[in-house]
Every structure is written in C-alpha cells, then in structure tokens.
C-alpha cells in the first residue's frame, strides 16, 4: 500500500478536482440565470466549491511527485506539454483554475466588467480539465468513474452549451 501512496492519493484528488470543478461550473452557470433567486446560498457553495477544486488541484499535482512509478520532475507537472498532450492540457487547465479562481480576490482592483469577462474563461479550463479526465486518468475507462462523472459533467456540459448556444435554449 504505501509503495502506491502517491499514486492513490494524486489519483483521488484527480477525482475529486473533476467533480468538485463540475459542480462549481454548474453552479456558477445556474448562478446566472432566473433560477439564482431560489438559490440564496449559491455564491457560498460556488467559492467553497470553488477552493475545494483548487486544493484538489495542488494534491493531484504535487503528490505525483512522489509516485516511484511516474517519477515527474517539478517542471513535468509544471510546465505544459513536458510528458505529453493530454497532461499538458491538464496542466493548463489546472492552471486556468487557479489562476482565474483567484482573480475573484482582486475583481475590485481589476474592475467587475473585466473580471466577468476572465471568469468565463474558466468554463474553457473546465473543459480542458475534462478531456485530461477522460484521456488520461487511470479511472477514465472504469464503470463506476464513468458514472460519477457523468453525474457532474453531464449537467454542467448542458448548462455549458446553453450558455455558448442559446439557440438550443428556445
């Protein structure tokens, strides 16, 4: 068990990133229509949601390296492309995910319209996050993984595609 300890404990938070990510996306995306008025509480669980992602981020990433089997370097988890185009894009959206989660922090240094305009761009790390889910996580084929994240990313992939294609909302 412990010779695997890193790996379990990057692959856990790897899961737990994804739904938590699914979740705050869905949120946020029913924070903006009609449907917030039922929700007084919403912007509480969509910054905890939110933090939950971000920690889970920094356990994927940094128990990797530990893991006596993948052996990355620092600048594999890092830096973009190093091991590969699926964990590249991983390693962008993580990025994304903190970097934009943060901004929330300073959205009164940087003016509300803009941060709006940067906080929509998390919904793009969340996809990335997505397809780094799907292609390259140890879980990505097994039933019960395909299940549970079905049960988040199903919902936020629709709220999603209203939001980019309101034609389909009509």
């Given at each position: 068990m412990t010779e695997h300890a890193f790996w379990i404990t990057s692959r856990a938070a790897g899961i737990i990133a994804l739904l938590a990510a699914s979740?705050?996306?869905?949120?946020?995306?029913?924070?903006?229509?009609?449907?917030?008025?039922?929700?007084?509480?919403?912007r509480?669980?969509?910054?905890?949601?939110?933090?939950?992602?971000?920690?889970?981020?920094?356990?994927?990433?940094l128990a990797l390296l530990g893991d006596s089997y993948f052996k990355?370097?620092?600048?594999?988890?890092?830096?973009?492309?190093?091991?590969?185009?699926?964990?590249?894009?991983?390693i962008i959206a993580g990025?994304?995910?903190?970097?934009l989660g943060l901004s929330y922090y300073i959205r009164g240094r940087i003016g509300p319209q803009r941060w709006r305009v940067l906080h929509r761009l998390t919904a793009v790390a969340w996809v990335l996050g997505v397809a780094h889910a799907l292609m390259m996580g140890t879980d990505a084929g097994t039933?019960?993984?395909?299940?549970?994240?079905?049960?988040?990313?199903?919902?936020?992939?629709?709220l999603l595609a209203r939001r980019?294609?309101?034609?389909?909302a009509t």
């Amino acid at each position: 068990m412990t010779e695997h300890a890193f790996w379990i404990t990057s692959r856990a938070a790897g899961i737990i990133a994804l739904l938590a990510a699914s979740l705050a996306v869905a949120l946020g995306l029913l924070m903006s229509t009609p449907l917030r008025r039922r929700l007084p509480e919403a912007r509480v669980l969509h910054e905890a949601l939110s933090l939950a992602t971000m920690m889970a981020l920094a356990v994927h990433a940094l128990a990797l390296l530990g893991d006596s089997y993948f052996k990355p370097s620092l600048a594999d988890i890092t830096i973009p492309f190093v091991r590969g185009f699926w964990m590249g894009l991983g390693i962008i959206a993580g990025w994304l995910f903190v970097i934009l989660g943060l901004s929330y922090y300073i959205r009164g240094r940087i003016g509300p319209q803009r941060w709006r305009v940067l906080h929509r761009l998390t919904a793009v790390a969340w996809v990335l996050g997505v397809a780094h889910a799907l292609m390259m996580g140890t879980d990505a084929g097994t039933l019960w993984f395909l299940v549970a994240a079905t049960l988040v990313v199903v919902p936020a992939a629709a709220l999603l595609a209203r939001r980019w294609l309101p034609e389909l909302a009509t």
